[in-house]
């Protein structure tokens, strides 16, 4: 067992891990913070995506222990008590979901594409968000989605 | 026309709030004290014998529970069909298809779990094996279920009018083989459930499943125990499309059989890797396609041969076999069909439900062969759409096709008229056909899907709605939304039949141990069929609620109208009360005064002639006519859908976010079918069963996607309303592949229409730019 320190969603932990646990493992089994999703457990389709650091990882495939001192925001460090963050508002009102399983990520990759970029093309959005699948939406909404919380976020 | 207060207004989900901040559960995010890990031993095999199982050395390994294997079952098998029961939870005497599961343990981490699974022995016999559906059903091949020793799994044989003498008649005919591909639902979260097998005989599991009532049966008989103990507790589901969210699968009945044994909670959760391996895929099918037409291109007959690759078992096959024949007279007249199928049983993973279901292979089939045809006789896409399609019929009218579906509704023509006034079509010739090495295309499709679908037995759905004494109200159904929004239109179905507003529903997710049964999320029947039932709910709470009032008020319920949540005398406005207030003095009017509608769906349609073909597949269809703009790179054969336009008619949408998404999505899962998804197999494995090697369209892929409401409002459809989740999945492939076509002048007739296929044909047509 290896021990490690995190800071998740501003709360800081330590940890007992093994040493080939992944970071996903230790957000959802050790901390119980089950709003990251699995999809495939191979950093191919983004479900796990938290922020480490200001960027968006897949977190399948970074090891507990490579994030030791790292600060993390998974889905649940987003909104502030009961005041959704702009980017899950957007989703909420503009429909940008529908299975929600890949939604934690999606958010949270948008959170960190507008981050940088306040005034992204469509271009920018489809590159930004390349790394999360999904399989019900056919994308559409989500673009809708993102578009709007850059507004909100500028406003 | 009445006007709406809910219906048609762009609500947001009603789990979007859960969804967005990370709350919405999932079967894997459910955990109880104590609980142990299942994972499922597999035999790396296509067909083999199996002479022993040898567990011992994974019992013995430290944090090993319990081991499972075939024999703890007794023998007991499912399927969809008496006749068809063919399917154990793990591999008895043989094995079938690769990766087939034989065992499976419980331990206390996935780790050790795992580690066991490597320590079972199996001892076997390899099989001699077959892959190819046509293969399979010829004289001679390698048998891979006794009770169907020629391999035909299932058959139908269907004849209507008369197709030899009208293709002697006819002055084209034309005979081609299509292919469909070997695609996946591709949902993003894999199988997975928890299950506790209570000692005092009760079954409860959190289990991702878009029909959980099919499980319910399932356990029920797998454990002999009465339906009343048993508990499905739907979580949220991570997206469905049909298929093994349907059904049971082998870590479904071991994880309960383990918690049994161990005494303990025990949970599983399939890889990616694992479901794209095994889980029940659709059907590959070849379809031999003849049609005939008249000088001015009139249909005049269509005779399909199709031979479906059904892998090692049934499942629920006998209505793919089914969807796949009967609606080939939709949405074009048809006088005279002819459908003969064979799905084969072969040693590749199980084929079973998806999306589109059936349908899809034979409409691209006929889509794609009456363009050609059309091409033949110098007729426009368009023209030989309007003249062969069916007419809208009027008001009380039905348009009976030749195999007796029947339709209230039909708005193929305004879909296709639409299309055409579209810039996307209206201007294709303005717009470029070349640049650079890419040129440019424009396809069309006009397809139909039935809603309200009918499987075998049990049809109806059910609907209880309780009034809170705040004018708050619970809805309570036996429907499963695995993302497709149903939830949130029956929400919206019961608020406005109601008068209450659509944030007044609570809306409460399956648990049969106090939710009405109901058959299921398929065959698009959630907002017909589901709907139908909470409409008559809520109209039977409502009328609850108008009596008491009525004698509070002394005038006859009638003459009192709810609207908004606003309670009124419809002759006397200013008289009026909130719908909080009625509700209290509904729910304190006497004792035992709790209001509660009940309402149920009709049972739709009759059972299904499998026999015969004859009779209605679905309660009612919608109508898609599609577009797509594709440019070709004619060196590298890449493809880049830019544009669709999707024209729907599901009579009315009543959540128009929900229908577009579902119209996008289902489009684009149809685009991926049509240019890229397919298992590469070798001998029965699948050789890219990751998200990597099985490309699915991701947000780079995508088009621009426009979607127009066609409005017909269904007679039989709650406030209108048909299906709205699976006919774009029909309408894009062949659209997608129009376009290829018109951007390369070649029909292409297998799917997917990879790079490698066009730069292929390209070069056999001399077409090819590169160098040879
Ligand atoms: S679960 Fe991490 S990328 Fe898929
Ligand atoms: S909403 Fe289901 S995968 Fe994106």
Known sequence: MEQIKLTVNGKGYELQVRPWASLLEVIRDDLGLTGTKEGCGEGECGACTVIMDGKAVNSCIVLAVEADGRQITTIEGLAEGDKLHPVQEAFLEMGGMQCGFCTPGMILSTKVLLDGNKNPTDEDIRKGLEGNFCRCTGYTKIFESVKAAAQKIRR | MKEYTVIGQRVPRIDGRQKVMGQAKYAADYSLPGMLFCKVARLPVAHAKILNVDTSKAERLPGVKAVVTAKDFNGWTWGFMANTRDEPPLAMDKVRYYMEAVAAVAAIDEDAAEEACDLIKVDYEELPSVFDPEDAIREGAPVVHDYRPNNVSVEYHWNFGDVEKSFAESYLVREDRF??????????????????????????????????????????????????????????????????????????????????????????????????????????????????????????????????????????????????????????????????????????????????????????????????????????????????????????????TINDMTLKTCGIKEAIQTLVRD?????????????????????????????????????????????????????????????????????????????????????????????????????????????????????????????????????????????????????????????????????????????????????????????????????????????????????????????????????????????????????????????????????????????????????????????????????????????????????APPSVVAAIHDATGIWFKEQPVTAEKIVAALKEKGKWPGKQ
């Open chain 2, 179 to 400: 292919r469909t591909s070997r695609a996946t639902k591709g949902y993003l979260e894999p199988p997975a459930s928890l299950a506790w097998y209570d000692p005092a005989g009760y079954i409860t599991v959190w289990a991702a499943k878009q029909s959980p009532y099919f499980h319910y049966r399932h356990l029920a008989a797998c454990f002999g125990l009465p339906l009343s103990k048993i508990r499905v507790i739907q979580p949220f589901i991570g997206g469905g499309f049909g298929g093994t969210k349907n059904d049971s699968v082998a870590g479904d009945f071991c994880a309960v059989m383990l918690s049994k044994m161990t005494g303990k909670p025990v949970k599983f959760v399939y890889t990616q890797e694992e479901e794209l391996t095994i889980s029940k895929r659709r059907h590959s099918m070849i379809v031999y396609n003849k049609m005939g037409m008249s000088k001015d291109g009139l249909i005049t007959a269509i005779q399909s041969r199709v031979i479906a690759d059904g892998g090692g078992y049934t499942a629920v096959s006998p209505l793919t076999m089914y969807l796949t024949g009967c609606c080939t007279p939709l949405p074009y007249k048809l006088p005279n069909y002819k459908y003969d199928c064979y799905r084969a049983f072969t040693n590749n993973p199980i084929c079973a439900a998806m999306r589109g279901h059936g349908v899809t292979h034979t409409r691209f089939a006929c889509e794609i062969q009456m363009e050609m045809m059309a091409e033949e006789l110098g007729i426009d896409p368009v023209e030989i759409r309007m003249q062969n399609a069916i007419d809208n019929p009027k008001p009380g009218e039905i348009y009976r």
């Open chain 2, 423 to 731: 810039p996307l079509w209206a201007q294709k010739d303005k717009a470029p056909k070349q640049d650079g090495s890419v040129s440019y295309g424009v396809g069309m499709s006009a397809t139909s899907y039935l809603g309200g679908a009918r499987q075998l037995g049990h049809q109806s759905c059910a609907a209880i709605v309780r009034i809170c004494e705040d004018g708050t109200v619970n809805l309570i159904t036996g429907a499963t939304d695995c993302g497709q929004g149903s939830d949130t239109v029956l929400a919206m179905i019961a608020a406005e039949e109601l008068g209450v507003r659509y944030q007044d529903i609570d809306f409460k997710m399956v648990d049969s141990a106090y939710t009405p049964v109901d058959p299921g999320s398929y065959g698009s029947r959630v907002t017909v069929l589901a709907g139908q039932a909470v409409q008559t709910a809520a109209a039977d709470a409502k009328k609850q609620l108008l009596d008491i009032l009525g004698r509070e008020w002394k005038v006859s319920p009638e003459e009192i109208e709810i609207r908004n949540a606003e309670v009124y005398h419809r002759s006397n406005p200013s008289r009026r009360i909130p719908f909080d207030k009625l509700a209290k003095i509904a729910c304190y009017s006497g004792s035992g005064a709790v209001i509660i509608g009940k309402g149920y769906s009709g049972y739709g349609i009759e059972p299904l002639g499998f026999e015969n073909g004859r009779g209605n597949a679905g309660t009612s269809f919608s109508f898609t006519a599609q577009t797509t703009r594709a440019g070709v790179d004619m060196e590298t054969g890449h493809v880049t859908i830019s544009d669709f336009v999707i024209a729907h008619d599901c009579g009315r949408p009543l959540n128009p976010i929900g229908a577009e998404s579902q119209n996008e999505g289902g489009a684009v899962q149809g685009m991926g079918q049509a240019i890229y998804e397919d298992f590469i197999m070798d001998r029965g494995k699948t050789l890219n069963p990751t998200f990597l090697d099985y490309k699915m369209p991701r947000s780079t892929d995508v088009p621009d996607i426009k979607v127009i409401d066609i409005i017909t409002d269904d007679p039989d459809g709650p406030f209108g309303a048909k299906e709205a989740s699976e006919g774009s999945h029909v309408s």
